[in-house]
């Protein structure tokens, strides 16, 4: 019981810091040619970017649970999945991500980030359904 108590403040701590980027994300994700825009300007090459910028807005989001749900998973004592998450996150990505980089460039990329955090996320939520159910027991 502590533990998941100590597990959920965990969580809610890390959700926390996030919550003003929120609105950017939504905008990033809405309007990306505006938000490349105002930042390099109308003329500038980064605006033609913008299917890639709303991959990596996704990403982003999957890769913040995949924090939240590490962070969780360690306050229970658990440190090694979030560990084994990571590591099978990271391979899969470079797995992913070498032939989609070389086909797709930028867009590859992002790909292989948005893959890799799917895939910790996956693992993630099966470690925590077995780091629960430790806890319990």
């Known amino acids: 019981m502590v533990a998941s108590l100590a597990a959920l403040g965990s969580v809610i701590a890390a959700s926390s810091c996030c919550l003003p980027l929120l609105p950017f994300l939504i905008i990033t994700l809405v309007w990306p040619e505006r938000v490349l825009a105002l930042f390099y300007g109308r003329f500038a090459e980064y605006p033609a970017f913008a299917s890639e910028l709303r991959i990596l807005v996704v990403a982003h989001g999957i890769n913040?649970?995949?924090?939240?749900?590490?962070?969780?998973?360690?306050?229970?004592?658990?440190?090694?999945?979030?560990?084994?998450?990571?590591?099978?996150?990271?391979?899969?990505?470079?797995?992913?991500?070498?032939?989609?980089?070389?086909?797709?460039?930028?867009?590859?990329?992002?790909?292989?980030?948005?893959?890799?955090?799917?895939?910790?996320?996956?693992?993630?939520?099966?470690?925590?359904?077995?780091?629960?159910?430790?806890?319990?027991?």
């Open 64 to 137: 913040y649970l995949a924090v939240a749900l590490s962070a969780f998973v360690s306050a229970l004592e658990e440190s090694k999945l979030v560990f084994v998450a990571l590591l099978i996150s990271a391979l899969s990505s470079v797995v992913v991500g070498t032939p989609l980089i070389a086909r797709r460039g930028v867009a590859g990329a992002a790909v292989a980030l948005l893959v890799g955090g799917f895939i910790r996320v996956n693992v993630l939520m099966v470690s925590f359904g077995r780091a629960g159910s430790r806890a319990r027991a």
